[in-house]
């Protein structure tokens, strides 16, 4: 590292940015956050603890088939004779997982690409043609072809759900930089002679992140839906494993005579679902309510 | 002209409204009393947040209910109390016997409808008339405020307009119903000069022949000696004196009033003694900007927005580039910074032609020129402590952490800051005090050319008095060059040693302030003065 770089991140500590403190009180102030974040953190909790607690969701039990929900077994039982309550609680931890990997990932690189665009005026038409083309792409049908390319895997699931999602990020990135970058504190940067990449990390990438966060929770909302869907439609995650899809497209066929099979787990994908996007509209409102219109 | 058996059109006595808690005092507008006769023009005049604008939005009872509430007084509307009234009623009242006029035309008239019919809305709403009648009573009004050609320009939509077009749209819509009191509330602060000349002598002209009454809420006191009869001068919420035109102007009594109107800058140019000629530290030649492409898939228009501007700048001197806008006086000013890139020319920048220069090799010449922002609110990054904005800089060219902050410290007490306020960020400061701390970013660059773009025109008038001041005071401690754009004129006549009058794009004249204010040569320049505001008003000094 150069002494100039060195001085900078002196100058950047000693010139310490502090953070806005009202910020933080005005988030847990927020009912939506407050009731949406307290629901998912008990979510992630069982989804990490319940596992552990509850009987292993792939033991048959010939005997205790298609029984309904009782004491012993408090969502009932499937065609198997396997514990539905241990089913949800393990399958809580797919759609997490999910969600929140297909959120990081295609935020990750959809502000990368957004910045791009945004800013590097050449590259712009070819990125966002490109985005476009991918956007055209439903999401089912690309699964379905990546799978029976390259098998079914968690992995192959979230890549499926992720390069749909990647190009909404990318819009709205390239959107904010596009506002930004004409700001006069941005050209007043230029004319300092400051270097693209500190002009795009010290101006431009702080404005973009309340949003982003934002958008984090929409995509990770619609990824653990499709998800879902994918496992219901049985192509996504491989069928031995317990996602809430696949309990609902298993219980599908004795859904007339033991319709808790696809209850629980609906409810379940429908309270977490829930639960996201209400945190989602907390954080829109505290973090920038001028937001709000731009998704 | 205000005949006193008359009961006047507007009465306010004692009004006050309540701020909601935790604003920086206690009420919008506190005690305030005065009145409007028939055919009497009333202006307001205060700074920003000096309460004029919530009086005249709670006189027509626009103010919103939760945040604002009138606690106190009563304001008379030809006698009526409006403060008692119910929504349904205020309705009835705005249009018929009150009208209001905005500062922005493009905003307030609906882009989707065509403007006759935006007049005609207001006619549908409170008059009994058939369709027919409505249309010729709306052409009649659009005549009434002289615009050309009202049949045919009954169907534009806004967009197709002028800025000062639009501004008699939204007059006629005001005065369609023929109410007795018009409330402007700054209507001529978006237009240019010329156009706004043109807009007060119409509402001057056709108060005079309805008799209506006009309150003229304005933070120019040019616009007010051009208009107005009587005056009220606010601060803080507080009406501090009133008067007729010429006492105020010419011998305000409260401290107030002699500030604001010691601050006007006159429109004619002090002496000043004639520089030495001193090196050239900025030269332009042939340079042109030209905006759209034309091409074999483009249709589009080419909009030259600046043709063969040449301009010399020497150390110690300032000079003055003044026009309305879309002259390209910014253009100009951000072609020569590298902001945008200019379509030819050179621009020689100690002995180097930066025109056409790579971003590589240009950094090293981006230290000599430095330029300050019109919009204080804008130009500081909001997310960064001033001192962060002020070392950014000089440490990209190399200089440490600690030398960087000790200049910057010596710069803030330079611009009249403490050094201690290094670490606030940049909405703790009001809107001059942030100039101020642009003006140290740019010096601490330690330019040779300074740029002003606008630098002091969103400022109040006792703050743009400050600053240019300090903007005079460092070109001369720096021995600096200063390229000055505003479109001003009394601004440009009190710094500028010499003026580049612009017009779509083009320099129309140059020459030394004094002599291109006392002898204009080109009729776009006698027409700029001629449109200036108070120019015949000596204001009290």
Known sequence: MTDHAQDAIMADAVLSEHEDPSLLAGMLNNRAIFWGGGLLILFALIAAIGPFLTLDPTELNPIKRLKSPSAEAWFGSDFLGRDIFSRVIYGARVSLVVGIAVALISVGIGLILGLVAGYVRVLDAVIMRTMDGLMSIPAILLAIALISLSGATLGTVILAIVIPEVPRVVRLVRAVVLTVREEPYVEAAIAAGTRLPLILKRHILPNTIAPLIVQATYVCASAMLTESILGFLGAGIPPEIPSWGNIMSEGRTYFQISPWIIFFPGIGLALTVLAVNIVGDGLRDTLDPRIARKI | ?541
């Open chain 2, 1 to 541: 002209m205000n005949e006193i058996s008359d009961t006047p059109v507007l009465e306010i006595k004692g009004l006050s409204v309540l701020l909601p808690d935790g604003a920086d005092r206690e009420f919008a507008i506190e005690e305030v009393s005065f009145s409007i006769g028939r055919s009497e023009i009333v202006c307001i005049v205060g700074e920003s947040g000096s309460g004029k604008s919530v009086t005249a939005f709670t006189v027509m009872g626009l103010i919103p209910k939760k945040d604002l509430v009138p606690v106190a007084g009563e304001i008379l509307l030809h006698g009526e109390n409006l403060l008692g009234k119910s929504d349904r009623q205020m309705r009835r009242l705005r249009g018929e016997k009150m009208g209001m006029v905005f500062q922005e035309p493009m905003t307030a008239l609906n882009p989707v409808i065509k403007v006759g019919d935006q007049i005609a809305e207001i006619l549908e709403i409170h008059a009994n008339m058939s369709a027919s009648a409505r249309k010729k009573r709306v052409i009649e009004t659009m005549e009434d405020v002289s615009l050309p050609e009202p049949v045919k320009m009954y169907n534009s939509y806004p967009h197709q307009l002028s800025g000062g077009q639009r501004q008699r749209i939204m007059i006629a819509m005001a005065l369609v119903l023929e109410p007795g009191l018009l409330i402007a509330d700054e209507p001529t602060t978006a237009l240019d000069v010329t156009t706004q000349a043109e807009v007060l002598e119409l509402i001057r002209d056709i108060q005079a022949r309805h008799g209506t009454g006009v309150m003229f809420i304005t933070h120019d006191f040019g616009v007010v000696a051009d208009i107005a009869d009587r005056v009220v001068v606010m601060q803080n919420g507080k009406v501090v004196e009133q008067g007729t035109r010429d006492e105020i102007l010419s011998a305000p009594s409260h401290p107030y009033t002699k500030m604001l109107i010691g601050s006007v800058p006159s429109l004619t140019p002090p002496v000043r003694p004639i520089p030495e000629i001193a090196e050239t530290a900025l030269e332009a030649k042939a340079l042109n900007k030209t905006y759209g492409r034309v091409g074999f898939f483009e249709k589009g228009r080419l909009v030259k927005a600046a043709q063969n501007v040449e301009l010399i700048l020497r150390r110690g001197e300032t000079l003055g580039v003044v026009g309305e806008s879309g002259s390209g006086k910014s253009t100009v000013a951000r072609c020569v910074v590298r902001l945008i890139d200019p379509t030819s020319g050179d621009i020689n920048v100690a002995g180097t032609n930066i025109a056409q220069m790579a971003e590589s090799e240009l950094r090293a010449y981006r230290q000599k020129i430095q330029i300050v922002f019109q919009d204080p609110y804008r130009s500081l990054n909001p997310r960064r402590t001033v001192g962060q904005s002020i070392v950014e800089g000089p440490m990209n060219f190399g200089l440490s952490g600690t030398e960087a902050q000790s200049r910057a410290e010596n710069l803030m007490r330079i611009v009249g800051l403490a050094p201690e306020a290094l670490t606030r960020f940049p909405h703790q400061f009001s809107g001059g005090q942030r100039q101020r701390i642009c003006i140290a970013r740019a010096l601490a660059m330690e330019p040779r050319v300074l740029i002003a773009d606008e630098a002091v025109s969103a400022l109040d008038v006792s703050v743009q008095a400050q600053v240019l001041r300090l903007l005079q005071d460092v070109r001369e401690r720096y021995d600096l060059a200063m390229l000055f754009i505003t479109h001003d004129l009394r601004v440009a006549a009190q710094i500028c040693d010499r003026i580049m009058v612009m017009q779509r794009g083009v320099v129309v004249e140059e020459g030394r302030t004094s002599e291109v204010y006392a002898n204009p040569q080109h009729p776009y320049t006698r027409s700029l003065l001629n449109a200036a505001p108070g120019r015949e008003t000596n204001f009290a000094r």
